[in-house]
């Protein structure tokens, strides 16, 4: 006698999406949370997110979900949950953060530069019951390592973000989400950095996506924020200009004055 696939819901059919096995973090991009099983971050397990040195998009990406943890209940043992980050390259823009309504403040970051100690410290928050979520900057890294940390977040239902490089790609992974994040070709062509990110979904459980999805990556708090920036950058460079050009006044009179 044989079964169908519908009457067996532990059954994951390639042609749709999976059910996940646990909770899910809505990533605050519609369009994102569309193409992931469950419409969200998977709790308890690693979304890696891969891009080219430089790029830092992981900011704009997160921030949405890390916001939600922020305002979430306070953590059962020190009243305040943290979000850890390991390795980080640059320390974050605390305005940028605080304009995507994510609290600087929730963040602790570690920095550690060897991978043994980057693994060591990811594996230690991971245990932590005030840490809902690690965000990991990794190189390579072998393959049980990855299994390593995969293994602990399922274990303790953690939120873990490990950004890697885009040779990555190719190496085996656990991570039951993969990423590829860039700007889109054209928008970065014009100069400056655009608004939308590109977000390639590599590896999901589900069918492959046809085409990278954009999302937007400015809020309008944030693009207040900016303005406001701009606005005073350009105040600065007129008084500049003004002050220069009275100096040289003053000084071309000077000058008329000592030929008299």
């Known amino acids: 006698m044989s079964l169908s696939a519908h ?35 998977p709790v308890g397990g ?12 992981e900011w704009g990406l997160l921030a949405p979900a890390l916001s939600q943890l922020a305002a979430q209940a306070p953590a059962p043992r020190s009243g305040r949950s943290a979000v850890v980050l390991i390795g ?26 060897t991978l043994a100690d980057r693994l060591w410290a990811a594996e230690q ?4 019951a005030d840490v809902p979520a690690v965000l990991l900057w990794l190189g390579a890294v072998p393959a049980a390592a990855l299994r390593r940390l995969q293994t602990l977040a399922q274990e303790h239902g953690r939120l873990l973000f490990v950004c890697r490089p885009p040779s990555a790609r190719q190496e085996a992974s656990p991570a039951p989400l993969r990423l590829l994040l860039d700007w ?12 939308a990110l590109q977000v390639e979904v590599f590896k999901r459980r589900g069918p492959p996506l046809a085409a990278p999805l954009l999302l937007q990556m400015q ?16 105040r600065r460079r007129a008084r500049l200009v003004q002050t220069l050009a ?12 000592s030929l008299v």
């Not at 928050?125 to 932590?128: D, E, F, P, S, T």
């Not at 000084?251 to 008329?256: G, K, L, T």
């Open 219 to 234: 809020p309008s708090a944030l693009q207040q924020l900016l303005a406001a920036s701009h606005g005073q950058a350009h």
């Open 46 to 57: 690693i979304s890696e997110l891969l891009q080219a040195p430089g790029l830092h998009a």
């Open 88 to 113: 980080a390259p640059w320390l974050p823009f605390g305005p940028a953060l605080a304009a995507r309504g994510c609290v600087p403040g929730s963040l602790l970051q570690v920095q550690v530069d």
């Open 184 to 195: 889109p070709q054209a928008q970065a062509e014009a100069g400056g950095r655009p608004p």
């Open 7 to 41: 009457a067996l819901p532990d059954v994951w059919r390639a042609s749709e999406l999976a059910r996940p096995p646990g909770l899910v973090l809505p990533t605050g991009h519609a369009a994102l949370d569309a193409a992931l099983p469950g419409g969200g971050w």
């Open 246 to 257: 009275l100096s040289e006044v003053s000084d071309a009179v000077d000058r008329a004055q």
């Open 125 to 128: 928050a991971l245990r932590c």
